[in-house]
Nanobody, 122 residues
């Protein structure tokens, strides 16, 4: 298992920005991703990054507004969120995948963080 600790959530007005961080420790992994869960909805894929080559994948709803990046030396993944909308509100989770790279499916991620709340007000 990989231990994941998220930080950086908070309250922001629509149009604003937030940067989430997720520090990983423990076993090695091949990819990391961000998912989110809005109140009353299922958890959904947001973005993913391959840990070696750095290829990235995004949900259509965030492409062009969010950027996933990594710092291999610090075993940390980031999610820069710009032009935030009220629909981006939710709990954001980072996750690590030990095998599959670039998956949008929860089942392909082995380890999960505790989540960080992002609230976008109108």
């Amino acid at each position: 298992q990989v231990q994941l600790v998220e930080s950086g959530g908070g309250l922001v007005q629509a149009g604003g920005s937030l940067r989430l961080s997720c520090a990983a420790s423990g076993r090695t992994f091949n990819a990391m991703g961000w998912f989110r869960q809005a109140p009353g909805k299922e958890r959904e894929f947001v973005a993913a990054i391959g840990w070696r080559a750095g290829f990235t994948w995004y949900a259509d709803s965030v492409r062009g507004r969010f950027t996933i990046s990594k710092d291999n030396a610090k075993n940390t993944v980031f999610l820069q969120m710009n032009s935030l909308k009220t629909g981006d509100t939710g709990v954001y989770y980072c996750a690590a995948a030990s095998r599959i790279v670039g998956s949008r499916l929860e089942r392909d991620y082995d380890s999960w963080g505790q989540g960080t709340q992002v609230t976008v007000s109108s």
